[in-house]
């Protein structure tokens, strides 16, 4: 008998592809999303992205982690120094990543040369779709070719730089001032059903953390549809805003059970995965305050998939 087109086992077949939302340090999302399919992936014996990935902002670091084999834990990593630098360097508290001495966008370039194989472009070609936006135009060009590893860095480079934020000049990138991917497309390719949407903020994506009871509206920001909410807003100041390691576990926990809750709906995990602590501590924040609204996001997942069926 001839197989229903929609059941798990035919979509997660046909679903290998994802785009990665930027986010700034919700990028600590994308880590805990990471290990799930990680692990789910290894227990399967094949990868579980193993079509195109693509991304914006700090989304295009990760999509072209996974095409390089990096591992959550060196993702983890990345961030975690990141986050120690500000704090360490800077005197601002949750404000230390706008301070010029902090210079983010050489940080980040020396994090990614440390980070990245040196085959990294060769992997990465074809594989990955890195979003950047041309100024002054505004335009989105997404890259998917490198000639050079450096080139790749580059394109990462530009696809992140944030206005007066990473810097004051913009990067060029064949002949080209680019910046921010985030600022015309943060979620590529967002709209097509093969491709698998991951975003830290709650909107129309498959794996994203789920709406809360505030969630009556909606907004359409920079290509992704995203729920109107404190959550939101709260996650979308931590972007840029330094919060205390204890939030981010909680951050990274989520994206951790989020993935948990898409693979079992997809019918690509069958067994259990619990999320662990954080492998890897920060110096805690003088800064002790929780957010609520993370403790209180128990309710499943309302993913693109599940809007589209209730409609």
Not at 117 to 133: F, I, L, Q
Not at 256 to 284: C, M, Q, W
Request: with cysteine.
């Amino acid at each position: 008998m001839e197989k229903d087109k929609d059941s798990p086992s035919c979509t997660s077949q046909a679903r290998n592809s994802a785009s990665f939302a930027g986010g700034g340090f919700m990028a600590i999302y994308h880590v805990g999303m990471r290990q799930a399919v990680q692990e789910c992936s290894s227990k399967l014996g094949r990868e579980i992205f193993s079509g195109t990935l693509y991304g914006a902002s700090v989304g295009s670091v990760v999509a072209t982690s996974i095409a390089c084999g990096i591992s959550h834990l060196e993702m983890l990593e990345f961030i975690h120094e990141l986050y120690n630098i500000a704090e360490s360097i800077c005197q601002w508290g949750r404000f230390s990543l706008l301070h010029p001495k902090l210079r983010l966008g050489k940080k980040c370039r020396d994090h990614l040369e440390k980070l990245l194989p040196s085959d990294a472009h060769r992997r990465c070609t074809g594989r990955v779709g890195v979003s950047v936006t041309i100024f002054p135009s505004m335009e989105n060009w997404i890259i998917t070719d490198f000639n050079t590893r450096g080139e790749l860095i580059q394109a990462l480079l530009c696809s992140c730089f944030v206005p007066f934020v990473s810097g004051i000049m913009m990067p060029k990138l064949r002949g080209k001032y680019c910046c921010d991917g985030g600022l015309s497309s943060n979620l590529p390719h967002n709209t097509d059903p093969s491709v698998i949407t991951v975003s830290p903020f709650t909107g129309e994506c498959d794996i994203c953390p789920p709406a809360d009871n505030e969630s009556y509206y909606q907004c359409y920001f920079f290509g992704q549809t995203l729920n109107m909410n404190t959550g939101n807003t709260y996650r979308g100041m931590g972007s840029l805003l330094l919060l205390p390691w204890k939030e981010m576990e909680i951050i990274y926990k989520q994206g951790y059970t989020d993935a948990v809750n898409f693979l079992r709906k997809e019918g690509i995990l069958t067994h259990n995965l619990v999320a662990s602590h954080l492998p890897v501590k920060a110096t805690p924040s003088s800064d002790e305050e929780t957010m609520s609204d993370y403790g209180s996001m128990t309710t499943p997942n309302h993913s693109r998939q599940s809007s589209e069926t209730s409609a």
